[in-house]
T-cell receptor, first 112, second 111 residues
Framework: SQTIHQWPATLVQPVGSPLSLECTVE??????LYWYRQAAGRGLQLLFY??????ISSEVPQNLSASRPQDRQFILSSKKLLLSDSGFYLC???????????FGEGSRLTVL | DAKTTQPPSMDCAEGRAANLPCNHS???????VYWYRQIHSQGPQYIIH???NNETNEMASLIITEDRKSSTLILPHATLRDTAVYYC????????????FGSGTRLLVRP
């Protein structure tokens, strides 16, 4: 069966520090991968999606970047965090055939 | 992708059916209706999706009107664990595979 792993689960970072969140999917090949963010009390915002290795599409201009170095690995990064980067970050995967999204457990980032 | 409109909040009594409406009046012929829910501090969970026929699974039923401009998600016997934010999303199969979440409906199941 397919599983998705996302880490770290929580982190507290100072403003200006770098960020790296990692997501891996097991049990499937060539998934579509997504990064969403949810600010406190707000809805889910799609940040990036990828339909293949090295293929990244950005939905909103921001302080973050994404990379997909391997088929089932998706990384969210920042060189210098801002206070507004705080939030709940969710990685998800899907297969073209169904369109269903399967989400990880999320990473809660607090920037101080 | 077509925009959806949902009431911001609803409530129902435990054991009763919860009927969550969604308007998607600009939906096009190749766009599907998806429903997800998000329990506090967790990732969203897929519930059901459909194109034009009514659908049912172990979690819920999806009723889509004949003109496809609205739909209703039915939880037949709501439990306290069904308290969550429910998202109705319309998406075409050719729209870069992404799902855009709106504000959703916050459902409170009362004991």
């Amino acid at each position: 069966s397919q599983t998705i792993h996302q880490w770290p689960a929580t982190l507290v970072q100072p403003v200006g520090s770098p960020l790296s969140l990692e997501c891996t999917v097991e049990g499937t090949s060539n998934p579509n991968l997504y990064w969403y963010r949810q600010a406190a009390g707000r809805g889910l915002q799609l940040l990036f999606y990828s339909v293949g290795i090295g293929q990244i599409s950005s939905e909103v201009p921001q302080n973050l970047s994404a990379s997909r170095p391997q088929d089932r690995q998706f990384i969210l990064s920042s060189k210098k965090l801002l206070l507004s980067d705080s939030g709940f970050y969710l990685c998800a995967w899907s297969l073209d055939s169904t369109g269903e999204l399967f989400f990880g457990e999320g990473s809660r980032l607090t920037v101080l | 992708d077509a925009k959806t409109t949902q009431p911001p909040s609803m409530d129902c009594a435990e054991g009763r059916a919860a009927n969550l409406p969604c308007n998607h009046s600009t939906i096009s012929g190749n766009e599907y209706v998806y429903w997800y829910r998000q329990i506090h501090s967790q990732g969203p969970q897929y519930i059901i999706h459909g194109l034009k026929n009514n659908e049912t699974n172990e979690m819920a039923s999806l009723i889509i009107t004949e003109d496809r401009k609205s739909s209703t998600l039915i939880l037949p016997h709501a439990t306290l664990r069904d308290t969550a934010v429910y998202y109705c999303i319309v998406r075409g199969m050719d729209s870069s595979y992404k799902l855009i979440f709106g504000s959703g409906t916050r459902l409170l199941v009362r004991p």
